[in-house]
């Protein structure tokens, strides 16, 4: 059985899609560019600059027991982080678990119960807070930077309901994920000795899904992180394969670099047919949109590039969206996320025989019904002049989660090549962090308060 992701790049062609497609011509335009990115990937891999690169040969060891440990004692995981350290873990949990798993199962077998506290809202945070025991419930703070003010919050607030609770060993209800040296996080770390793990240096945020920020929830969760990096492992191998037009981590991004800046594709649409892969999608959309999404290329000129991701559900948006994407503008490009063997398949049992307009389901599965909904799609698109590609799961499991992060993870960064770009750095994010510590009246922002409560004065003739 073949356990290896398939890229089909057909529909972005002008052969399927016409005048809104790439020619062949076009994509070879760019292999002399590619070679040198490609050459660049490498030398920065071999200097230790590309280290999200190496993660898939990372000792998981100290992961693996710390999680076989606090499943047997715990019955909840609370995970408070928030983009790069909320999202992968996430995605994860939703594509490789139950799909009701806190609702189901011992956690023995099914592992701990999962809660993402990825948002301050206070009225989701209490309702997370009341419907966890204390007790029973293991908190993992996670902050690479270790100062990010929505999750350092979260930390006081579990910090004093566990003192109330549990008091004093409120530290082994605790684990911190954060910076090996700098930041708050590690330093409270060692002044209260609390067990923490390390976000590997020069891994960022949204490329740290394989550290321990993604891997300790998904081990807690009872997923298997062993099989996991086995599958990023043979995308690497994979993506080693010349010529590098060949690479379909690089064909992807070629792809979308043209369709962005030669067809006016600004809006790359990520569709998995598939729920469980739902969050998948949602991973793609952060690295996606803070990589490449810049104001300024490696000379520091104004450049403001960067696709805009946007996430859909197959079947679920075809009621929703699909309107739009088959007739609406042609700023679009979509990547269908197709699973070829689903877990279940679900029979729908034959009845009602005299009604031919409803017999025709008897006896087929749903999904069968799911494949033939996203094949609807597909033909759709592309008969519409819609550049469109798949990618398919040949089942969702560690094996092809993992493949496929790794390859979105390289095509992340050699889209920076193209775009001329620095895709590891987000100061655009910064702007919020800081100015969130401003308004909060942290220490040494007292300049940047005072100019953004004049920039944000509202005029009173657009008020109503
Ligand atoms: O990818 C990134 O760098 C960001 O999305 C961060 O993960 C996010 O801003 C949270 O930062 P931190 O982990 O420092 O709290």
Request: aromatic share 10%.
């Amino acid at each position: 059985m073949d356990r290896n992701l398939v890229f089909d790049f057909t529909n972005l062609t002008e052969e399927t899609v016409g005048a809104h497609g790439i020619t062949d011509g076009l994509l070879s335009s760019l292999s002399d560019r590619a070679v040198g990115i490609h050459a660049d990937i490498l030398t920065r891999r071999n200097k230790g600059r590309l280290a999200f690169m190496e993660l898939p040969y990372a000792n998981i060891e100290g992961i693996l027991s710390y999680a076989k440990k606090v499943r047997d004692r715990f019955e909840n995981f609370v995970n408070a982080g928030i983009g790069g350290s909320a999202l992968g873990a996430q995605a994860l949990v939703l594509a490789l678990c139950h799909p009701f798993h806190n609702l189901v199962g011992s956690k023995a077998v099914s592992g701990m119960r999962m809660f993402f506290a990825d948002n301050i809202d206070p009225d989701f945070l209490d309702g997370m807070f009341e419907v966890c025991e204390p007790p029973k419930t293991l908190y993992n703070i996670i902050t690479k930077s270790g100062s990010t003010a929505e999750t350092m919050g979260t930390f006081l607030i579990v910090k004093s309901i566990l003192e109330k609770t549990v008091g004093s060993s409120w530290r082994d209800h605790v684990v911190f994920t954060t910076d090996p040296e700098k930041g708050d996080l590690r330093s409270i770390a060692e002044s209260e000795r609390i067990t923490s793990f390390d976000v590997p240096e020069g891994v960022g945020g949204r490329f740290s899904v394989l550290t321990p920020v993604g891997l300790l929830p998904a081990a807690c969760a009872g997923i298997d992180i062993q099989e996991l990096l086995a599958g990023a492992a043979v995308m690497d191998k994979r993506l080693a394969v010349t010529p590098v037009m060949d690479n379909p981590a690089y064909l992807f991004s070629l792809y979308q670099y043209l369709l962005d800046r030669e067809k006016g594709k600004r809006v790359t649409v990520m569709m998995p047919y598939s729920s469980r892969l739902y969050g998948l999608a949602d991973w793609f959309r952060q690295i996606w949109a803070e990589s490449l999404g810049k104001r300024k290329d490696l000379g520091g000129a104004d450049v403001y590039v960067g696709s805009t991701p946007v996430k859909a559900l197959g079947v679920t948006d075809q009621h929703s969206q699909v309107q739009l994407y088959v007739e609406g503008p042609f700023d679009k490009v979509f990547t269908i996320l197709r699973v070829e063997r689903f877990e279940h398949e679900l029979l729908m049992e034959p009845a009602y025989a005299e009604r031919a307009s409803l017999a025709y389901l008897g006896g087929r599965t749903m999904a069968d019904l799911m494949e033939a909904e996203l094949k609807g799609t597909v033909y759709a698109l592309t008969a519409n002049g819609r550049p469109n590609m798949t990618i398919t799961f040949p089942e969702i499991a560690p094996y092809t989660v993992g493949q496929f992060m790794y390859a979105l993870e390289v095509a992340t960064v050699f889209s920076g090549g193209l775009y001329r770009i620095n895709p590891l750095d987000q100061p655009g994010v910064e702007w919020g962090k800081t100015a969130a510590f401003a308004l909060m009246g942290r220490p040494g922002y007292e300049n940047r308060a005072e100019d953004i409560r004049r920039g944000l004065a509202s005029h009173e003739r657009y008020v109503k």
